[in-house]
C-alpha cells in the first residue's frame, strides 16, 4: 500500500490527479465473456455501467477539460517500463470517449512497435499498420481499420519493424499525428515504456498530453522519477499518472449490476 500512496504523492503538483483502476477478478471476467473475440479487460465497452468502467470516465472527464481549454487532440499513454498497463489503459479510455456524445471519431494508434497488439485485443488481425507507413509510404487510408465498437478507428502496429525508435522518432511520424488531428476528435497514443526503449520521450513530446500508468505496489518512485525526467527532457507535457493493477475488495452485490 506504501507505493500506492507514494506514487499519488508525486502527482499533488499536477493538474490530473492519479487514478486508481481496480482490477476484476479473473474468474469473473473469463467466466462472462469466453466466446469474445474483444479483451475482456475492456470492462468500458463489456461493463459499461460497472464502477471500474466509471473511473476510466472520470479520467475521460479530466481529460476532456484540459483538451477544450488548450484545443488539444492527442494523448500519449506511456510508463516507465513494461506491463504497467498502459495498453489496457489505453483501450479502456478509447471506449470510453467513443460514448461522449461530443466526440464522433476516435481514434488508437499502436506505437509499440515491438509488441504492441492492440488489433489483437479488438479482436482484428492486421499485417498492415504503424510499421508499414513509416518504413514503406502505405497510405493513411490503409492503415486505418474500423472495429466492432462504434466511432472507433486504430492503427495496428503492422509487422515487427528493425528500427521501432528511428521509425518513431521521425519526421514522419511527426506528420503523421499532424495529418490525423484534421481527421478525428481525439486521438490516443499506446506508447511503448520510456526507460528501455530510447525514444518513446520523443513520440510522447509529440503528442498534446501525456499519461504515464505506474503499477501500484510494484513500479518504484525513482524509477518512475527517473522516466519522468525523460519526459521533461523531451519537453513532453506530462498531464498525470494513473495507478493500475490497485487490488482493493468491491463487495459482491456491486458485481450484480456489473
Ligand atoms: N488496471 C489493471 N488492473 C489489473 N490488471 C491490469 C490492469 N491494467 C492492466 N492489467 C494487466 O496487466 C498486464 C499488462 O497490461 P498491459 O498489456 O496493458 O500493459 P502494458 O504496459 O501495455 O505492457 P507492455 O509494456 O508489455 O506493452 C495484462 O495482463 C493486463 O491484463
Ligand atoms: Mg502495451
Redesign the pocket.
Known amino acids: 500500500m506504501k507505493n500506492i500512496f507514494e506514487a499519488f504523492k508525486i502527482v499533488k503538483d499536477k493538474q490530473i490527479d492519479a487514478l486508481r483502476?481496480?482490477?476484476l477478478p479473473k474468474e469473473f471476467i473469463l467466466k462472462s465473456i469466453s466466446d469474445s473475440n474483444i479483451n475482456p479487460?475492456i470492462v468500458t465497452h463489456f461493463y459499461p455501467k460497472s464502477p471500474i468502467a466509471e473511473q476510466y470516465y472520470r479520467l475521460r472527464e479530466s481529460i476532456k477539460s484540459k483538451m477544450q481549454k488548450e484545443s488539444f487532440k492527442t494523448i500519449a499513454i506511456t510508463?516507465a517500463v513494461?506491463?504497467?498497463?498502459?495498453?489496457?489503459?489505453s483501450l479502456n479510455l478509447a471506449v470510453a470517449m467513443t460514448k461522449d456524445v461530443d466526440c464522433k471519431k476516435v481514434l488508437l494508434i499502436d506505437c509499440?512497435l515491438r509488441?504492441?497488439r492492440i488489433d489483437h485485443s479488438l479482436g482484428l488481425n492486421s499485417n498492415v499498420g504503424l510499421s508499414e507507413y513509416l518504413m514503406l509510404g502505405t497510405e493513411i487510408n490503409n492503415i486505418l481499420f474500423k472495429t466492432k465498437i462504434n466511432k472507433l478507428t486504430i492503427i495496428p502496429r503492422g509487422k515487427i519493424a528493425d528500427n521501432p525508435s528511428e521509425l518513431l522518432s521521425s519526421e514522419k511520424m511527426k506528420k503523421l499525428l499532424g495529418e490525423l488531428k484534421k481527421q478525428f476528435d481525439v486521438i490516443i497514443v499506446?506508447m511503448?515504456?520510456l526507460i528501455p526503449i530510447a525514444d518513446a520521450s520523443i513520440v510522447c513530446a509529440q503528442s498534446d498530453m501525456v499519461l504515464m500508468?505506474v503499477r501500484a505496489g510494484k513500479t518504484q518512485r525513482g524509477v518512475v522519477d527517473h522516466a519522468a525526467e525523460f519526459l521533461a527532457q523531451a519537453e513532453a507535457n506530462l498531464i498525470g499518472y494513473v495507478l493500475?493493477?490497485?487490488e482493493y475488495y468491491i463487495p459482491a452485490y456491486i458485481y450484480q449490476y456489473v
Open positions: 483502476m481496480p482490477s479487460r510508463s513494461n506491463g504497467e498497463g498502459k495498453s489496457i489503459t509499440d509488441r504492441g499506446d511503448p515504456p500508468a493500475t493493477h490497485v
